[in-house]
């Protein structure tokens, strides 16, 4: 087995020689890590290539124009991320696409990736110097998705790579003939129509609608999945706990400075060793986070005995984190958030973001703001968004069985203002 330097030295040169960086120097060099929705820790050997002629800009932090910034799996041994700073590139022989570019294109990825278009990833979006891809099975949308993006410039030069995701659907995929319907689901759309508070930019307002919350139905009749943006970045427990207490806390909560910087070492790096992240959160670390996270909210929310729910946790970088939302119906939805951050090793909450606090602070809401009136009900609400409901099969990651099942996304685009009951659509929003 060589040396561990002699393991980096190799990986720079072979980056240098792919990438055509003879007029480059390799500015910065360090290792990362993650974990997977698999609990599986990928390593990640980030390079920084400044061209050697530029004036080296006097904040350490900026890269001057046409930076080499790229990213190899250690897992894979796949570069995953290939970015050239404000798409300008000094490359010499390095990756240029021939006409015609999608098929050139794809064939390279096919290359670099060992996957198979139409099989693997298929196209999403094809625009002028850039093409964007999405797994999918048999036409079949699949969540958490792979995605590969690629962008080039007027030459077919290279400016823009990036492979996100193991694509493992169609290895972890249990096949089944697509039943659902929506006539059979409506008593499920309409537990779905609820009541949300949203912040209106534009009226610097806050708008109470009405809105379908996105849910994953599965096609074999065994339940949902709930929909959640990010779903793809981590292994989370479900805890579903209302946090409750009888006296608020006079002790006031304070942030403490959070430190999520880890100093990876080559050794570490190239035998991929498990991350702490990795470790399964006891039942016994269960309870005591929900000890922390009620400490905190009695300190800093000590009039909503029972309005938060502890939804998830996860490990991250050392901190475990809490998200948690308002009870039932009571909440605004999107403003309505809470993430804890707990100590690993004291378990004491030590961070918080909370949303609305965000947009207070930013000026775009006052705490003093009041909600639009209420006039419809939730039920007419559902009426008016009864013909425009939507279920479209999708392949989702089940944490429980460990594959990807068959599911139908109950979506709708629209929404209902409930003080005027018009019909909107959400991309409007503001």
């Known amino acids: 087995m ?3 330097n002699a393991k980096i030295k190799q990986l720079i040169d072979q980056t240098k020689a792919k990438f055509g960086l003879d007029l480059y120097h390799l500015k910065r060099h360090s290792f990362h890590r993650y974990v997977n929705m698999f609990n599986e820790t990928i390593y990640r050997f980030n390079m920084e290539w400044f061209p050697s002629h530029e004036t080296e800009p006097e904040d350490d932090d900026l890269n001057p124009d046409g930076t080499a910034i790229i990213e190899v799996n250690l897992n894979t041994g796949q570069v995953e991320t290939v970015i050239f700073v404000m798409d300008k590139t000094y490359a010499q022989h390095g990756v240029t696409f021939k006409r015609p570019y999608p098929a050139h294109v794809i064939q390279w990825i096919e290359q670099e990736t060992g996957l198979i278009y139409g099989e693997h990833f298929h196209m999403h979006q094809k625009e002028k110097g850039g093409l964007f891809f999405e797994e999918a099975i048999d036409g079949v949308k699949v969540t958490p998705s792979g995605r590969i993006e690629v962008k080039w410039d007027e030459h077919g030069q290279l400016m823009y790579f990036t492979h996100h995701g193991p694509f493992l659907a169609k290895t972890l995929l249990r096949a089944e003939e697509y039943v659902l319907s929506i006539d059979k689901l409506e008593n499920l759309a309409e537990q779905q129509v609820q009541q949300f508070q949203w912040p209106s930019f534009e009226h610097n307002r806050i708008r109470t609608i009405y809105a379908l919350e996105e849910i994953y139905v599965k096609n074999d009749g065994t339940g949902t999945i709930p929909f959640e943006i990010g779903r793809e970045e981590t292994l989370c427990i479900h805890m579903n706990e209302i946090i409750e207490w009888n006296e608020p806390l006079n002790k006031a909560f304070e942030k403490k400075e959070m430190n999520i910087h880890e100093d990876i070492s080559a050794e ?17 670390e269960q309870t005591e986070c929900i000890k922390a996270v009620r400490t905190f909210l009695a300190q800093k929310y000590s009039k909503d005995t029972g309005k938060w729910v502890l939804k998830t946790l996860h490990r991250d970088h050392g901190y475990i984190h809490a998200i948690l939302k308002t009870n039932g119906q009571e909440g605004s939805g999107f403003m309505d958030k ?11 909450a ?7 606090e965000m947009f207070q602070v930013c000026g775009i809401l006052s705490p003093s703001q009041s909600a639009s009136e209420i006039t419809v009900s939730q039920k007419e609400a559902f009426e008016k968004l009864r013909e425009r409901l939507e279920l479209t099969p999708i392949y989702v990651y089940d944490e429980v069985q460990k594959q990807y099942v068959l599911c139908g996304k ?15 659509s959400l991309k409007d929003l503001s």
Do not use: M, R, W
């Not at 992240?277 to 006891?282: A, G, R, V």
């Not at 030590?350 to 609305?356: A, E, F, L, Q, R």
């Open 2 to 4: 060589k040396p561990l």
């Open 410 to 424: 109950l979506d709708c685009h629209d929404g209902i203002d409930s003080e005027s009951g018009e019909v909107f």
């Open 338 to 348: 809470i993430k804890v951050f707990i100590d690993a090793s004291s378990f004491e």
């Open 350 to 356: 030590v961070n918080y973001i909370d949303k609305k």
């Open 268 to 284: 570490q790096a190239f035998s991929l060793e498990p991350s702490p992240d990795t470790i399964p959160i006891s039942k016994e």
